[in-house]
């Protein structure tokens, strides 16, 4: 026979204003099995939690039932109390008496019935409850790093420095991603590649770090500090180790009719290249869509001229199996498709180009050797036009609800660094709103204003004509609601940024979710911003939402944190309140492993004699460290053969029972 | 300048038709002018698009109907095309102008007259929108 | 006061007091009642919750043993389509209990007895609503005699 102790809590007033708590206490003393029935004021303060630790020893109770606050609360206090006195935390039950009882009802005789009613049905099912005992999981001292822009690198190497191995995958042939193409960054205006290229060659150097550029990945399974990952290495048709980096293969390589993808496409690139001079690695990749001598078999010039015989046309994909105890997902984001905003002549006229196309016309590394020249004649412009919220802020379905954070800023930037370098243009902003906040931030964009002469005008722009050479701007100034025309020579576009095109992909391998506009979703907007709902994996940058360098670091710094604490733990304790199988009863129809959310369950062979004969059965098994004791294969499970520990069929039933009673 | 009374919460009955008529809502609009710079009639009107919402969401009727704008609106659509926030401003004024016609008083239609009204080649949703704006 | 033993099942409707014994998962609906509670909404006394992992964990056999005991009527409550914490589990629940609602249906208890519903965390109100509308038309319906068990008390 059980010895059962309740504990009625009145929590203050709580509780006791509405719930005659003396009686609950007289009631449950007459419940089958409860030897001891007490109240006190507050269940959870140290005397109370007492209270609890002392009856534990003094009465040899094996069975706790507090009725006070939901468990939701406290169930943790007193199993922690439970736990100390040398009772299994897993024989405490709570009856949430106050949430869902003093706290909803006002009448005190019905509140003190429904009271007594929670108290026995928790007695009921605490009768039922057994020991558990939480396992363990190792932990795989690993990370994986999935995107190598700013947000993966400082990811990496926070995790590196830390002592952990770390994985970069990265998609293209560099890491480096969005900020290796940005001129400057604001509000300091510093070069871009000054303070990137050096985190980049400290990734690369890195003995913790390892680097896989041109990959994917393919597969994700496992479970928190025990993930298996499947890389695609894309065949990059060049040996890493042995290619020294001369660069004579890009040279004579006579293909040049492809788009640079890092220049925006306002330049061609070679079909064997590397993004960009400063690339790591700094070795070439084959774009076989493009080669020659993957289309047509003949040419070959490049492997002539390597001298380091690198160039491998045979080359692979190859696929790593690795294990990793946490991943971070920093995939970064992308410029949405300007074809749908036919208004702003973009894809129509050359001298209409997006804000990152600007960033590679101004930098020193870009294709015009960062002079300001119209790409359309190479010609200085007179007048350049800058439109914001380009899709930003837009219901309808050529663009995005949010605001993408990063323009106005931006476009200061670009607005000053013109000014700077050429006075004399004319520089027109349209604005709706100029959105500013952070340190320094506002400043910077009133000074592009006050001592730039960088004229704002608020209000959009309705469309833009190309009229001979020039482009002729018709806008609003929404403030004085006088009509501008413009005669620009170059119209800059701030387009919307987006999610990735692959994120949900990439979300569903991971089991993270993604919200309405493909962003994956953080598992709290407050307090737990760089988590995702599936432990151990994090996100970094702007692939959950949009964000700027320095809330991309930020970010990234504290995901690795949450890596490296998730990491540096010996093992990881697992909910005990898990499925388990009877294998007597199990007919092997498997329906469960169909229905398990965590791939939790598999079929396993076992040897059972039976009248003297060995027979071999087929039956489910639950890999207790994958499985989350959701239940669901409870009910699929045809013969009934599993039940969830904590919340088992009789446990449900005894309370269904108790209340109603 | 006249001192206006601004109460947007406590919705004028005007107001109140000129949304049901038109099916938009006008406090989606974020006053970014797109359909002022995008309007070709701009240079005509005395208030342009964008101002004739922000009005609206002020609530301040009497301006609207009494300035030019809504007659000058040639129904283009350009600007619902363009509005970033999916409002068709093109239906606000023509469900500003039907208020207007409605409030005008008389009924100019009666059924009895409309047989010897009507003409062969009369498209009948004139007959349908005849009654619709000239029938009280 | 406790419950007296209603030998007589002739309850007169105005005495009527039915008794809705409702499912709610953990991670949703059970914190969405319990932010009932902390908003201090009203809902009937009569309405007894049981905590569940997930709304997928409630197996039809539990609402057949309700119904049995003298439950009038039965309340599954889980997270929103999309929303679960076990990423598909509300899913489940729903296919198995739309089923279930017509096999009810086909042995004659009435559908409105029983009532799924989604509520979040963050649906207080949606709590006490749904709570009250199904006391509601519970209470129009009367006892549930169909289903009972008439060795058990109540």
């Known amino acids: 026979m059980a010895r059962i102790g309740v504990f009625v809590c009145w929590c203050g007033s709580n509780i006791a204003a509405t719930v005659d708590v003396k009686e609950v206490a007289k009631e449950a003393a007459k419940m089958s099995g409860v030897v001891l029935s007490t109240d006190y004021q507050y269940m959870c303060s140290e005397i109370g939690q007492n209270l609890l630790r002392n009856a534990i020893k003094k009465e040899k109770l094996d069975r706790v039932v507090v009725a006070a606050c939901s468990p939701r609360m406290h169930e943790v206090t007193f199993r922690k109390a439970a736990e100390l006195a040398g009772l299994n935390p897993y024989l405490v039950e709570i009856a949430n008496i106050r949430e869902h009882c003093s706290w909803v009802h006002k009448n005190k005789d019905e509140a003190t019935e429904k009271a007594i009613a929670l108290v026995r049905a928790a007695v009921a099912k605490v009768t039922l409850n057994q020991e558990l005992i939480p396992g363990e999981i190792g932990i795989e001292k690993r990370a994986l790093v999935i995107g190598g822009g700013i947000a993966g690198i400082q990811t990496a190497l926070d995790i590196a420095d830390a002592g952990y191995m770390v994985d970069v995958i990265e998609k293209t042939p560099s890491i480096g991603g969005k900020m290796a193409q940005i001129d400057k960054t604001f509000p300091t205006l510093d070069c871009s590649a000054c303070i990137l290229t050096p985190k980049m060659v400290d990734a690369s150097m890195h003995p913790n770090i390892n680097l896989h550029t041109y990959s994917e990945v393919e597969k994700v399974s496992g479970y928190v500090g025990n993930f298996e990952v499947t890389i695609n290495k894309k065949a990059r048709s060049v040996i890493i180790e042995k290619c020294s980096g001369c660069g004579v293969c890009i040279e004579k390589c006579p293909s040049r009719k492809t788009k640079s993808e890092f220049e925006e496409g306002l330049v061609n690139r070679k079909a064997i290249y590397t993004p960009f001079p400063q690339a790591v690695p700094n070795v070439p990749v084959i774009d076989r869509e493009a080669c020659i001598k993957f289309k047509t078999g003949k040419c070959g010039i490049c492997k002539k001229v390597c001298t380091a015989e690198a160039i491998d046309f045979e080359q692979e994909d190859t696929k790593i199996i690795q294990k990793y105890g946490a991943i971070v997902v920093s995939t970064g984001y992308d410029l949405i498709d300007l074809a749908k905003f036919g208004e702003y002549a973009y894809g129509e006229d050359p001298d209409v180009i997006t804000s990152l196309e600007f960033e590679r016309i101004t930098n020193a590394a870009g294709p015009t050797a960062g002079k300001l020249l119209r790409p359309s004649n190479n010609e200085k412009p007179e007048k350049v036009v800058f439109i914001q919220c380009v899709g930003s802020r837009d219901k309808t379905c050529r663009g995005k609800t949010y605001c993408s954070k990063i323009c106005c800023m931006y476009t200061a930037k670009h607005a000053m660094l013109i000014k700077e370098k050429y006075p004399d243009i004319e520089v027109h902003v349209f604005y709706i709103d100029v959105r500013t906040p952070g340190k320094n931030f506002d400043e910077f964009q009133r000074r592009a204003v006050e001592e730039y002469g960088v004229n704002y005008i608020k209000g959009m722009v309705g469309k833009v004509f190309p009229d001979g050479d020039k482009l002729r701007v018709y806008g609003v100034d929404a403030l004085s609601g006088d009509t501008i025309e413009i005669d620009a020579d170059l119209v800059v576009l701030a387009a919307a940024t987006k999610a990735k095109e692959d994120a949900e992909e990439l979300g569903r391998k991971l089991s993270i979710s993604t919200d309405t506009n493909n962003f994956f979703t953080e598992a709290h907007p407050k307090l737990r911003p760089v988590e995702t709902h599936s432990a151990g994996i994090y996100l970094a940058g702007a692939c959950q939402g949009p964000k700027d360098i320095p809330e991309t670091v930020a970010q990234a710094s504290a995901a690795a944190s949450k890596a490296i604490i998730l990491l540096s733990k010996s093992k990881l304790i697992n909910n005990p309140c898990v499925a388990k199988v009877d294998e007597t009863i199990c007919c092997g129809c498997l329906e469960c492993t169909n229905i398990c959310p965590y791939e939790a369950i598999a079929s396993t062979i076992i040897e059972y004699r039976d009248h003297g004969k060995m027979i071999k059965k087929l039956v489910s098994e639950v890999n207790e460290a994958l499985c989350q004791g959701c239940g669901g294969c409870t009910v699929t499970c045809r013969p009934g053969a599993i039940d969830l520990k904590g919340f088992s069929n009789k446990q449900i039933l005894a309370e269904v029972d108790a209340l109603c009673f | 300048m006249t001192r206006v009374k601004v109460n947007p919460s406590n919705r004028d009955k005007e107001i109140s038709r000129i949304i049901e008529i038109s099916g938009e809502n006008i406090y989606s609009c974020m006053q970014c002018s797109k359909c002022s710079a995008s309007c070709p009639a701009n240079s005509e009107m005395d208030i342009l698009p964008h101002q004739v919402v922000r009005i609206l969401q002020l609530g301040n009727y009497e301006r609207i109907v009494n300035s030019q704008t809504i007659w000058n609106c040639a129904s283009c659509f350009t600007c619902g095309a363009r509005c970033p926030r999916d409002i068709d401003i093109t239906k606000i004024m023509e469900a500003i102008r039907l208020t207007v016609i409605r409030n005008k008083g008389e009924s100019r239609i009666d059924v009895d007259e409309l047989p010897e009204k009507i003409d062969d080649k009369m498209p009948h949703q004139a007959i349908v929108s005849v009654f619709r704006k000239y029938r009280k | ?154």
């Open chain 3, 1 to 154: 006061m406790l419950l007296e033993s209603k030998e007589n099942l002739t309850i007169d409707k105005e005495e009527f007091k039915p008794l809705i014994v409702a499912f709610c998962c953990n991670w949703c609906s059970y914190a969405g009642a319990d932010l009932a509670g902390t908003s201090r909404l009203n809902y009937p006394a009569n309405i007894r919750i049981i905590k569940v992992p997930c709304s997928c964990r409630v197996n039809p056999n539990f609402v057949l043993r309700a119904f049995q005991n003298g439950a009038d009527g039965v309340v599954i409550a889980g997270c929103h389509p999309g929303d679960c914490h076990y990423s598909t589990g509300n899913y489940f629940a729903r296919r198995r209990l739309t089923l279930f609602t017509s096999l009810l249906n086909y042995i004659g208890i009435e559908s409105e007895r029983l009532k799924v519903d989604w509520i979040s965390a963050a649906e207080a109100n949606k709590f006490a609503t749904v709570m009250n509308d199904v006391l509601e038309k519970v209470h129009k319906l009367g006892p549930n005699r169909k289903l009972r068990d008439v060795r058990w008390k109540r």
